[in-house]
């Protein structure tokens, strides 16, 4: 077999060794376009679990990389001279030059063909090839040849960074925050052998123009950064070598092969250098590589398809981690307002990867300042877990931060709730939540959604909540909210478990004529007429939700129904007064909260639900969310519920753990409101995570509460939190169910514990 290897990167150079190595006979040759010691860039990272693998597939390289990397435990992050060290993560630091020159060592030894200064744009040439692996780099010449049968994607990122070395020595791997009056910076830094550390500047691009830097003058960027981080640098200087600031490009492919040509490293998919190396993502992607050609070396397509199998998906949750992470440098002037211990927890926890309870297995020391700073600021007793303190709004106060989401039970009989309503909403005020929000409630029989949503519109509706407030308030600590609202284009439709649709639908309403999808009616556009019956609507829902005993009242502007239909510009293309810009699409849902908060007594607070994105081509943007946001808070809204999507059907979700929680960060941290999160939360770690974070100041959870009425306590016991509010009938359930928490607590630690991977520092 003839193997031909574009690009001399680390990526390449370990694939070429591990195939020589496994499959002596075959002919290996790798083309290079720089000199042998020329090296763009100062160090590389790797983790403890990168250089396990290293170890069982080449020793050799293994303990040549080990005998020349510097190692550190702690991370460090620092602003504006306070500074936490945080233990137990295991890294080493090695020069890339010293990298090369090493795998450089290893290809001679086993036989591997290297060719400096040739630089291939023709592939011709290679025709007697069995294989092609274009290694080429983030630029890569043969994928952006054949882009199309790539399927390749690249987006520039907003923020921008320049990667400068410095004698500087370091201890740990340290981010270096710094505030100044034209903007926020970071340096991201490491030693990486004896006398030498990297140091990755970043800023966003409003704080790089209010610097005045220029792209390629190195002198200029040198002097400004070396006055900024003067402090830290202490009295070093910084090292350029091709210095120019950039933006980092996130690089994907739809397809990693074209018939003999397979892509590798970043030429493949990039992964920003804030969560790791992109060397590491490079070698562990040439080890996937090389196993299937070397398991299939008479089938090339057979072994493609098993090098995508054994790595897309790996590589695909590696880059949304990595964006995840990249996103929070990106916003970093929104978290510099947090206190000092906050804005260190969330850089820590910033690609949701990591959690509190991560962080107390590694160094348990660490996280008590999180916490202790977090309680001192809430006025919270001491070691009080970050989900059970207490929060205020106006006169309403919750016994913890824990909320039930709105869904649906669609169980109800003209709009009436029933037994089942009462043992749902029942069961869980009991089981310790701190605010419940009921399902969306309508405010007139053609607002519901399906003929089992619940109402607010009659006085039979009335009596029947405030039997089940009355039961809540009577028999547990737990608040009650409901949520008000309007299904617009999305009411008369079946219940989830149907199969056949409404045979009787009534009449739907928006703020433009397009239905949800293809299979459902029309909606006639709002007229004023409308608008004023639909407000009027509201208020008297306010009237009867205050009568019916809620503690809050939460308004429905989110997911397409009809209230949001006027906020999206993708259901609201009206050339009236209400439609065009955002300050016109606004104008009915505010004046529709309007009437309501006028009318809802003063000492009750309100919440307004929104959808902060669409997830769809030309959907609300970003500064549309903050000025929503902005208005409902100066018009008395007291909380944000931060959702998103489910306004179009062809919308396109980005779904996993935490998902939806960047964006209440983005309300929260920008108009400086509460807010609530969802999306995705399954545990009690996740939550204190959100909250000491500053991500949100409620999580509310909706199917883990389905099938699990007493998460809270659950939670309470898990954490060993002793709470007042169990009802006397099952207090001493405690001492069972404490023990039990516990032993499960430290089996599970015991087991992280196990698995971390083993330090390869040289003692």
Same mark, same amino acid.
């Given at each position: 077999?003839?193997?031909?290897?574009?690009?001399?990167?680390?990526?390449?150079?370990?694939?070429?060794?591990?195939?020589?190595?496994?499959?002596?006979?075959?002919?290996?040759?790798?083309?290079?376009?720089?000199?042998?010691?020329?090296?763009?860039?100062?160090?590389?990272?790797?983790?403890?679990?990168?250089?396990?693998?290293?170890?069982?597939?080449?020793?050799?390289?293994?303990?040549?990389?080990?005998?020349?990397?510097?190692?550190?435990?702690?991370?460090?992050?620092?602003?504006?001279?306070?500074?936490?060290?945080?233990?137990?993560?295991?890294?080493?630091?090695?020069?890339?030059?010293?990298?090369?020159?090493?795998?450089?060592?290893?290809?001679?030894?086993?036989?591997?063909?290297?060719?400096?200064?040739?630089?291939?744009? *023709?592939?011709?040439?290679?025709?007697?090839?069995?294989?092609?692996? %274009?290694?080429?780099? /983030? $630029? &890569? =010449?043969?994928?952006?040849?054949?882009?199309?049968?790539?399927?390749?994607?690249?987006?520039?990122?907003?923020?921008?960074?320049?990667?400068?070395?410095?004698?500087?020595?370091?201890?740990?791997?340290?981010?270096?925050?710094?505030?100044?009056?034209?903007?926020?910076?970071?340096?991201?830094?490491?030693?990486?052998?004896?006398?030498?550390?990297?140091?990755?500047?970043?800023?966003?691009?409003?704080?790089?123009?209010?610097?005045?830097?220029?792209?390629?003058?190195?002198?200029?960027?040198?002097?400004?950064?070396?006055?900024?981080?003067?402090?830290?640098?202490?009295?070093?200087?910084?090292?350029?070598?091709?210095?120019?600031?950039?933006?980092?490009?996130?690089?994907?492919?739809?397809?990693?092969?074209? *018939?003999?040509?397979?892509?590798?490293?970043?030429?493949?998919?990039? %992964?920003?250098?804030? /969560? $790791? &190396? =992109?060397?590491?993502?490079?070698?562990?992607?040439?080890?996937?590589?090389?196993?299937?050609?070397?398991?299939?070396?008479?089938?090339?397509?057979?072994?493609?398809?098993?090098?995508?199998?054994?790595?897309?998906?790996?590589?695909?949750?590696?880059?949304?981690?990595?964006?995840?992470?990249?996103?929070?440098?990106?916003?970093?002037?929104?978290?510099?307002?947090?206190?000092?211990?906050?804005?260190?927890?969330?850089?820590?926890?910033?690609?949701?990867?990591?959690?509190?309870?991560?962080?107390?297995?590694?160094?348990?020391?660490?996280?008590?300042?999180?916490?202790?700073?977090?309680?001192?600021?809430?006025?919270?007793?001491?070691?009080?877990?970050?989900?059970?303190?207490?929060?205020?709004?106006?006169?309403?106060?919750?016994?913890?931060?824990?909320?039930?989401?709105?869904?649906?039970?669609?169980?109800?009989?003209? =709009?009436?709730?029933?037994?089942?309503?009462?043992?749902?909403?029942?069961?869980?005020?009991?089981?310790?939540?701190?605010?419940?929000?009921?399902?969306?409630?309508?405010?007139?029989?053609?607002?519901?959604?399906?003929?089992?949503?619940?109402?607010?519109?009659?006085?039979?509706?009335?009596?029947?909540?405030?039997?089940?407030?009355?039961?809540?308030?009577?028999?547990?600590?737990?608040?009650?909210?409901?949520?008000?609202?309007?299904?617009?284009?999305?009411?008369?439709?079946?219940?989830?478990?149907?199969?056949?649709?409404?045979?009787?639908?009534?009449?739907?309403?928006?703020?433009?004529?397009?239905?949800?999808?293809?299979?459902?009616?029309?909606?006639?556009?709002?007229?004023?007429?409308?608008?004023?019956?639909?407000?009027?609507?509201?208020?008297?829902?306010?009237?009867?939700?205050?009568?019916?005993?809620?503690?809050?009242?939460?308004?429905?502007?989110?997911?397409?129904?009809?209230?949001?239909?006027?906020?999206?510009?993708?259901?609201?293309?009206?050339?009236?007064?209400?439609?065009?810009?955002?300050?016109?699409?606004?104008?009915?849902?505010?004046?529709?909260?309007?009437?309501?908060?006028?009318?809802?007594?003063?000492?009750?607070?309100?919440?307004?639900?929104?959808?902060?994105?669409?997830?769809?081509?030309?959907?609300?943007?970003?500064?549309?969310?903050?000025?929503?946001?902005?208005?409902?808070?100066?018009?008395?809204?007291?909380?944000?519920?931060?959702?998103?999507?489910?306004?179009?059907?062809?919308?396109?979700?980005?779904?996993?753990?935490?998902?939806?929680?960047?964006?209440?960060?983005?309300?929260?941290?920008?108009?400086?409101?509460?807010?609530?999160?969802?999306?995705?939360?399954?545990?009690?770690?996740?939550?204190?995570?959100?909250?000491?974070?500053?991500?949100?100041?409620?999580?509310?959870?909706?199917?883990?509460?389905?099938?699990?009425?007493?998460?809270?306590?659950?939670?309470?016991?898990?954490?060993?939190?002793?709470?007042?509010?169990?009802?006397?009938?099952?207090?001493?359930?405690?001492?069972?169910?404490?023990?039990?928490?516990?032993?499960?607590?430290?089996?599970?630690?015991?087991?992280?514990?196990?698995?971390?991977?083993?330090?390869?520092?040289?003692?």
């Amino acid at each position: 077999m003839k193997i031909t290897v574009i690009g001399g990167g680390p990526g390449g150079l370990y694939f070429s060794i591990l195939t020589k190595k496994a499959m002596p006979h075959c002919e290996i040759n790798v083309y290079e376009q720089n000199k042998p010691d020329d090296s763009f860039g100062f160090g590389v990272v790797f983790s403890d679990e990168t250089l396990g693998e290293f170890l069982t597939r080449d020793t050799q390289s293994y303990e040549l990389i080990r005998s020349k990397f510097a190692y550190w435990d702690d991370i460090v992050v620092a602003r504006d001279g306070e500074s936490v060290s945080v233990a137990g993560n295991g890294f080493c630091g090695c020069s890339r030059k010293t990298l090369l020159q090493l795998l450089h060592q290893r290809c001679k030894e086993e036989g591997v063909n290297l060719h400096f200064e040739a630089n291939v744009d *023709d592939l011709s040439q290679f025709k007697d090839s069995d294989l092609i692996v %274009a290694c080429d780099g /983030i $630029g &890569s =010449g043969i994928r952006t040849q054949f882009e199309t049968d790539f399927e390749t994607k690249v987006e520039l990122k907003k923020n921008k960074f320049v990667w400068m070395g410095s004698t500087k020595p370091l201890d740990a791997f340290t981010y270096f925050f710094r505030s100044t009056p034209k903007g926020s910076f970071v340096a991201h830094t490491y030693q990486y052998e004896e006398g030498m550390s990297t140091w990755i500047f970043e800023c966003s691009p409003q704080t790089w123009e209010n610097f005045g830097f220029e792209t390629y003058d190195e002198e200029d960027t040198t002097q400004k950064l070396k006055e900024i981080f003067k402090e830290e640098l202490d009295g070093h200087g910084l090292i350029t070598n091709k210095s120019h600031w950039r933006q980092f490009p996130h690089v994907t492919n739809g397809k990693w092969h074209k *018939d003999n040509i397979v892509l590798l490293g970043d030429a493949k998919a990039t %992964a920003h250098y804030s /969560i $790791g &190396s =992109g060397t590491k993502l490079a070698m562990e992607c040439a080890i996937a590589l090389s196993d299937a050609i070397v398991e299939n070396p008479n089938n090339i397509p057979v072994a493609f398809e098993n090098y995508e199998k054994a790595r897309r998906n790996r590589v695909e949750m590696i880059q949304y981690a990595a964006n995840v992470s990249l996103d929070w440098f990106e916003n970093m002037d929104r978290h510099m307002q947090h206190p000092f211990y906050q804005l260190s927890f969330g850089c820590m926890t910033r690609s949701k990867k990591v959690t509190f309870e991560n962080l107390s297995i590694r160094d348990k020391s660490y996280p008590a300042k999180v916490l202790k700073e977090f309680n001192e600021l809430n006025n919270e007793k001491e070691n009080t877990p970050a989900a059970f303190s207490k929060f205020k709004l106006r006169d309403l106060e919750l016994s913890n931060r824990i909320v039930m989401s709105a869904m649906g039970q669609y169980s109800a009989e003209n =709009g009436l709730v029933n037994d089942w309503h009462l043992m749902h909403y029942g069961n869980r005020a009991i089981g310790g939540v701190g605010l419940i929000i009921t399902e969306m409630t309508a405010v007139s029989e053609t607002g519901r959604i399906t003929l089992g949503c619940t109402g607010i519109y009659s006085n039979n509706q009335v009596l029947e909540w405030k039997r089940i407030t009355d039961f809540i308030h009577q028999n547990s600590s737990s608040k009650i909210g409901i949520q008000v609202g309007h299904s617009g284009r999305k009411g008369a439709t079946k219940k989830p478990w149907e199969t056949e649709d409404l045979k009787d639908k009534w009449n739907l309403l928006s703020a433009s004529p397009i239905p949800f999808n293809e299979n459902t009616p029309i909606p006639k556009e709002m007229t004023l007429e409308d608008m004023n019956t639909i407000t009027e609507q509201f208020v008297q829902a306010t009237i009867n939700a205050n009568e019916a005993g809620f503690d809050m009242i939460e308004l429905q502007a989110h997911h397409g129904f009809l209230l949001a239909s006027f906020l999206s510009p993708l259901t609201n293309i009206r050339t009236d007064e209400f439609g065009g810009n955002i300050e016109n699409r606004l104008k009915f849902p505010m004046r529709v909260f309007k009437a309501m908060r006028n009318t809802f007594p003063k000492e009750k607070p309100m919440s307004v639900r929104i959808s902060a994105t669409d997830w769809a081509e030309n959907g609300i943007s970003e500064e549309d969310v903050f000025k929503i946001a902005e208005a409902f808070k100066e018009a008395g809204a007291d909380i944000i519920n931060v959702s998103t999507g489910n306004t179009v059907s062809h919308q396109k979700p980005q779904v996993g753990r935490m998902w939806q929680t960047p964006f209440s960060d983005a309300v929260r941290n920008t108009v400086h409101i509460p807010t609530i999160t969802t999306g995705y939360i399954q545990d009690i770690d996740q939550i204190n995570t959100i909250i000491l974070n500053g991500r949100a100041d409620l999580v509310a959870l909706g199917r883990p509460l389905l099938l699990d009425s007493n998460f809270v306590r659950n939670a309470q016991a898990y954490e060993d939190y002793r709470t007042q509010d169990i009802p006397k009938q099952y207090i001493t359930g405690t001492s069972h169910l404490y023990p039990l928490k516990g032993s499960e607590r430290k089996m599970i630690e015991g087991m992280k514990k196990a698995l971390k991977p083993e330090s390869h520092e040289i003692k």
